[in-house]
């Protein structure tokens, strides 16, 4: 069934934002079309978890962590998912992957978004 290829993360800032692409090249045209395809992303330490979907007619769906800051898109003629990622924070770091809602496809490599914390701020209570 093909395996994706994933692409478009990188260090940004807080606030910041990234474009994620992913395509299916080995996949058959129709049988990709049919399939309702998922973003998912794999913090250190944690478990893979799935922050959206997007069906063949392009019905969206958004975990709540990511909900009013990301957006999943299509191209059916490309076999290809995309993601917008907005207002990126912290918590956001991890490698993102995409594969069917079921999973179906071999994982791929992914591709690794970082988002550094701030230097923070020293604070020092006295008696």
């Known amino acids: 069934q093909g395996q994706p290829v994933e692409s478009g993360g990188g260090l940004v800032q807080a606030g910041g934002s990234l474009r994620l692409s992913c395509r299916v090249p080995?996949?058959?045209?129709?049988?990709?079309?049919?399939?309702?395809m998922g973003w998912y992303r794999q913090a250190p330490g944690k478990q893979r978890e799935l922050v959206a979907t997007?069906?063949?007619?392009?019905?969206?769906n958004y975990a709540d962590s990511v909900k009013g800051r990301f957006t999943v898109s299509r191209d059916n003629s490309k076999k290809s998912i995309y993601l917008q990622m907005n207002n990126l924070k912290p918590e956001d770091t991890a490698v993102y992957y995409c594969?069917?809602?079921?999973?179906?496809?071999?994982w791929g490599q992914g591709t690794q978004v970082t988002v550094p914390w701030g230097q923070g701020t020293q604070v020092t209570v006295s008696s």
């Open positions: 080995r996949a058959i045209t129709s049988v990709f079309n049919s399939k309702i």
């Open positions: 594969n069917t809602d079921t999973q179906e496809f071999s």
């Open positions: 997007i069906t063949r007619l392009s019905s969206t």
